[in-house]
């Protein structure tokens, strides 16, 4: 089944305490990104990837890393998490042979920073 | 001004009936438009994509897209409750990044 897996789906931890999200696709997809959604907000962009070592900032990345050494996998790093990172986050993945092709999400991770 | 604007809702429409949502972007450099369907804490599915000025239909779904007034609207017709949830309009400006409009909620009435 074709899907984007990321992993904790919930977390509760504390400030400072480094924490990585993960995000797997097995579609082959070459386009990745990572978002966050806070109520009233909608959907914002942190980062996204166009391909193998290649990603860049969206319009929220403060706070956050990102690195993509396989094309499957996009984590993303939060080294030193605060509590206005508290948020819903996507993991999303496209073919991304050009920048219109519809995006595919994740469940989502919750995470809590107290 | 939002560069992806939406009503928030609730839109409430009877079963049945045609729910038109509709969607303001302010970069006319715009390229590519999607609507997708985000229910109450599951992750947006698409609906549909739009690249060209006029209108797309799939099934129950018409898209319409004019770039000269800058908006783009989604429409469903024989509503239903199963559709209720919150409808999000994501733009790409010809680059990688998308930015997403706060989403509109639409209510079915049974």
């Known amino acids: 089944e074709a899907q984007v897996t990321q992993n904790p789906r919930y977390l509760i931890t504390v400030t400072g305490k480094k924490l990585t999200v993960t995000c797997s696709q097995n579609?082959?997809?070459?386009?990745m990104s990572w978002y966050r959604q806070d109520p009233g907000l909608g959907l914002r962009q942190i980062y996204y990837?166009?391909?193998?070592?290649?990603?860049d900032k969206g319009d929220v990345p403060e706070g956050y890393k990102v690195s993509r050494k396989e094309k499957r996998n996009f984590p993303l790093i939060l080294e030193s998490p605060s509590p206005n990172q508290t948020s819903l986050y996507f993991c999303?993945?496209?073919?991304?042979?050009?920048?219109?092709?519809?995006?595919?999400f994740g469940d989502g991770t919750r995470l809590s920073i107290l | 001004q939002k560069e992806v604007e939406q009503n928030s809702g609730p839109l409430s429409v009877p079963e049945g009936a045609i729910a038109s949502l509709n969607c303001t972007y302010s970069?006319?450099?715009?390229?590519?438009f999607f609507w997708y369907r985000q229910y109450s804490g599951k992750s947006p599915e698409l609906i549909m994509f739009?690249?060209?000025?006029g209108d797309k239909e799939d099934g129950r779904f018409t898209a319409q897209l004019n770039k000269a007034s800058q908006y783009v609207s989604l429409l469903i017709r024989d509503s239903q409750p199963s559709d209720s949830a919150t409808y999000l309009c994501?733009?790409?400006?010809?680059?990688?990044?998308?930015?997403f409009g706060t989403g509109t909620r639409l209510k079915v009435l049974a």
């Open positions: 999303a993945s496209s073919v991304g042979t050009s920048s219109n092709q519809p995006q595919h």
């Open positions: 579609m082959n997809h070459e386009y």
């Open positions: 994501a733009v790409n400006r010809g680059t990688y990044k998308y930015i």
């Open positions: 990837s166009m391909n193998v070592e290649v990603t």
């Open positions: 739009i690249y060209s000025n």
């Open positions: 970069d006319r450099g715009s390229q590519s």
